[in-house]
């Protein structure tokens, strides 16, 4: 069945790259997800790559697609305090029914 | 523009007792989604909606769970003979589902427990 998989905890030195990985079973996953959950707060969606890429870059998030390997990392850059959070990681298909299998979850924490 | 509501925020109820949860989407978006989140855990799929039809309900745990959308806008999530094993946060998601990189939206979430 579907499966994804994360490390449960990362702890980093503000100012240094945070780098959190996840693999997943699925081939026919489409579109993978990382998502962020404070705590008390939603859970926001970071950014997302579709399966025919190999890298996506948005300011300080950098997004890594190993398709053959089914390896995805999320590395932050200058990570800061105010990232310390629950990271997930998720896949779902294409069409209609977008549902997401989620990770465990990764809880970075940021020491000043 | 509103996001997803989701009420109540907390309920706190009996074992035995039965249950609903309301979610608001964001107006137009025609995919509405159920996840549960369990203490330390990442959210689980539970039910998609298209419109006013359950799409994919295989994610729901067993026959005590029940969601409606009877007018393709809000939902309610029902359970009965409510169990502890139950407690979790319940989430709501919806989506415009209109082009391919449309994602989803999600709500606060209700947390429920089950005494």
């Known amino acids: 069945g579907e499966d994804v998989e994360q490390s449960l905890f990362l702890s980093v030195r503000e100012g240094d790259s945070s780098v959190i990985n996840c693999t997943y079973t699925?081939?026919?996953?489409?579109?993978l997800y990382w998502y962020k959950q404070e705590p008390g707060a939603g859970l926001q969606l970071l950014t997302y790559?579709?399966?025919n890429m190999d890298m996506k870059q948005d300011q300080r998030l950098t997004v890594l697609l190993n398709k053959k390997d089914k390896h995805l990392s999320l590395r932050i850059a200058d990570t800061q305090t105010g990232d310390s959070a629950i990271y997930f990681c998720?896949?779902?298909?294409?069409?209609?029914?977008?549902?997401?299998?989620w990770g465990l979850g990764t809880s970075l924490a940021v020491n000043p | 523009g509103a996001g997803v509501s989701q009420t109540p925020s907390n309920k706190v109820t009996e074992k035995g007792k039965y249950v609903e949860l309301r979610c608001d989407p964001i107006?137009?978006?025609?995919?509405l989604y159920w996840y549960r989140q369990s203490l330390g855990q990442g959210p689980e799929f539970l039910i998609y909606?298209?419109?006013?039809?359950?799409?994919?309900d295989s994610g729901l745990p067993n026959d005590r769970f029940f969601a409606v959308r009877p007018e393709g806008s809000v939902s309610t999530l029902k359970i009965q003979r409510t169990e502890r094993g139950d407690s979790a946060v319940y989430l709501c998601?919806?989506?415009?589902?209109?082009?391919?990189?449309?994602?989803?939206?999600f709500g606060p979430g209700t947390r429920l427990t089950v005494l």
């Open positions: 998601a919806s989506s415009p589902n209109r082009v391919a990189t449309d994602t989803q939206y």
């Open positions: 107006s137009g978006h025609t995919a």
């Open positions: 909606f298209q419109g006013t039809g359950a799409a994919d």
């Open positions: 699925d081939s026919s996953s489409t579109y």
């Open positions: 790559i579709f399966s």
């Open positions: 998720a896949e779902s298909g294409a069409g209609n029914n977008r549902k997401l299998i």
